[in-house]
């Protein structure tokens, strides 16, 4: 079993930057690639990002491509979403979430993920 449990939501104006934490627990963290993901009300839940075990590929959904960066630190088996730019449209819910341990290279199909977090609100004023 993995837990997770997200940190750094909050409200912010458009143009601004937030940061996004997710720490896990309960398994090895550097076994299992490690996504963030995103839902708006009345929206499915939406790929954002992911990043493989070592982290040294990531993969980004195109809404946030050039705006956004994932990465994670295994030593403190933590993962991060650098959101900058942030628009109006960014404003959901987001969820941290990790792959079953077999799976190390970055995913975006959500069947991929057996771990979910409660989720942490990120709302992008005009």
């Known amino acids: 079993q993995v837990q997770l449990v997200e940190s750094g939501g909050g409200l912010v104006q458009a143009g601004g930057s937030l940061r996004l934490s997710c720490a896990a627990s309960g398994r090895t963290f550097s076994t299992g690639a490690m996504g963030w993901f995103r839902q708006a009300p009345g929206n499915e839940r939406e790929f954002v990002a992911a990043?493989?075990?070592?982290?040294?590929?990531?993969y980004y959904g195109d809404s946030v491509k050039g705006r956004f960066t994932m990465s994670r630190d295994n030593a403190k088996n933590t993962v991060y979403l650098h959101m900058s730019s942030l628009r109006p449209e960014d404003t959901a819910v987001y969820y941290c979430?990790?792959?079953?341990?077999?799976?190390?290279?970055?995913?975006?199909?959500?069947?991929?993920?057996?771990?979910w977090g409660q989720g942490t609100q990120v709302t992008v004023s005009s």
């Open positions: 979430a990790a792959t079953r341990a077999t799976i190390a290279e970055p995913r975006v199909d959500i069947s991929d993920y057996a771990y």
């Open positions: 990043i493989s075990v070592s982290g040294g590929n990531t």
